[in-house]
């Protein structure tokens, strides 16, 4: 390698992107808020691995979905295994509760989970390679309350970030019983329509032709607002459920509408689906999705457990949030001279055991100096310390913010800084 190559900067991959120090406050936020309300509904945080065996995913997502055919980071480990970095959380929560036997538990069981994921996607405004999701999923609950319940929970974290304008879609794939029906209906109009589709959709007919709703070309949206709707095609007992669903969300206030070809990208939906779109996003306007999936664990050899969930584009969310950022206030030490250096770094250490936020820098600076770098960091309060404080046992605190002075002792300090805090 010559010189220049050597010196060449390595950047991030495309797709992907670094959360810096003065945005991770939102990320904390949101984590914090998800935490308190998934918790006051009941849900425990599970963390799973960020790889699993590629089968997981095959099975469980769906060999015919764009995420599998198309978006999957998947390599060969050096035991020669098919490894796949988790484009979505749901196979990875149900392999977890079949392996660790979690279903023995009394259920239902409500998890949430919050993490990265990986989908080789082309990369634009909201979409990423490597993204952020705040997952929760409940395991053992048929009742269709629970889906509305669910889809109220996501509206209350939404709100407590501070998004009000989202626009809830609701929809039902119905079941193994009604779904293969209505996908011949589905496949002879697409099958008329073959020639105004792109390749991908052509392709899908044959393979899943529900599929094609997913679809993002222009034409093949348009083309497929003519096709059958899954809500007229529903069984006795779907139609029940779907019904029922919306009756809970009558009933905590929540308005939808109902979009007949919100089918979600998953080959493994069941009866619910529904999403949160926000106007304030641009073509990647979906913040929040999900839906129930009777049939997953059943059909990874495990018992006949229903699922329900949903996910949230955490990306997404920050980038339509309009909280402002609650600092907590600080201190900045200033000490003049050795012996004042030594004094402020007990101080310091003292303060910072009582829970104040402080900060002492280490470079020679006059005290105008540090008075004025107090002021650019915004530090609440500064505290003055010199030959003759030490000597005294006493400190110049300041208020930055009244510009007010007080002598005071290391435990007056606290006294002061909760006053006013
Ligand atoms: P899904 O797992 O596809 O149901 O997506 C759930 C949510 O994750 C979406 O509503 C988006 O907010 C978010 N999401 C999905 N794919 C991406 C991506 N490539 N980049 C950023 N966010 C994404």
Not at 20 to 26: H, N, S, T
Not at 91 to 102: F, Q
Not at 125 to 134: C, D, E
Not at 268 to 285: H, P
Request: aromatic residues 10%; hydrophobic residues 35%.
């Amino acid at each position: 390698m010559n010189d220049q190559a050597k010196k060449k900067q390595i950047n991030a991959i495309k797709g992907t992107k670094d959360i810096l120090p003065d945005e991770i406050w939102k990320w904390q936020k949101l984590e914090t808020e998800a935490r308190l309300v998934f918790e006051r509904y009941g849900y425990r945080e599970i963390r799973t691995p960020v790889f699993e065996a590629t089968e997981l995913f095959i099975k469980g997502t769906g060999s015919t979905t764009d995420i599998v055919t198309k978006e999957m980071y998947t390599f060969v480990d050096k035991g020669g295994r098919s490894i796949t970095l988790r484009p979505e959380y749901t196979p990875s929560v149900v392999r977890s509760i079949i392996e660790n036997r979690l279903n023995l538990q009394p259920q239902p069981l409500r998890f949430y989970f919050i993490g990265p994921m990986f989908r080789y996607d082309k990369p634009q405004k909201g979409r990423y390679r490597q993204f952020h999701q705040i997952d929760i999923e409940v395991f053992g609950e048929k009742d269709p309350a629970i889906d509305a319940e669910i889809v109220e929970m996501a509206k209350n974290l939404l709100t407590r970030m501070g998004v009000t304008d989202t626009d809830v879609l609701v929809n039902s794939v119905g079941c193994q019983t009604c779904r293969p029906g209505y996908r011949e209906k589905l496949k002879q109009k697409a099958e008329e329509s073959r020639s105004r589709l792109c390749p991908d959709c052509q392709r899908k007919i044959g393979t899943n032709p529900l599929r094609i709703f997913d679809c993002k070309v222009e034409a093949c949206k348009e083309i497929s607002i003519e096709f059958p709707k899954i809500t007229d095609f529903l069984c006795p007992e779907c139609d029940e459920h779907f019904k029922q669903f919306c009756k809970y969300l009558d009933a905590f206030d929540i308005s939808y509408s109902i979009e007949p070809s919100l089918v979600r990208g998953l080959d493994y939906y069941t009866k619910t689906t529904f999403e949160f779109s926000s106007r304030s996003l641009g073509a990647q306007d979906a913040v929040l999705g999900g839906g129930r999936y009777d049939d997953m664990m059943k059909e990874f050899g495990g018992p006949d457990i229903c699922g329900t969930g949903f996910a949230v584009g955490v990306e997404r969310l920050l980038s339509i949030v309009s909280v402002e950022e609650n600092q907590q206030e600080w201190l900045y030490l200033i000490y003049l001279g050795d012996e004042a250096k030594s004094a402020a770094m007990e101080v310091a250490r003292f303060l910072r055991e009582n829970g104040v936020k402080c900060l002492v820098e280490y470079r020679e600076r006059s005290l105008r100096n540090q008075l004025s770098r107090a002021n650019k960091l915004n530090a609440a309060w500064v505290l003055i310390i010199g030959e003759d404080e030490v000597k005294k046992g006493t400190f110049q605190l300041k208020n930055m913010k009244t510009a007010h002075q007080d002598t005071v002792t290391k435990e007056e300090i606290l006294k002061h800084i909760r006053r006013t805090n």
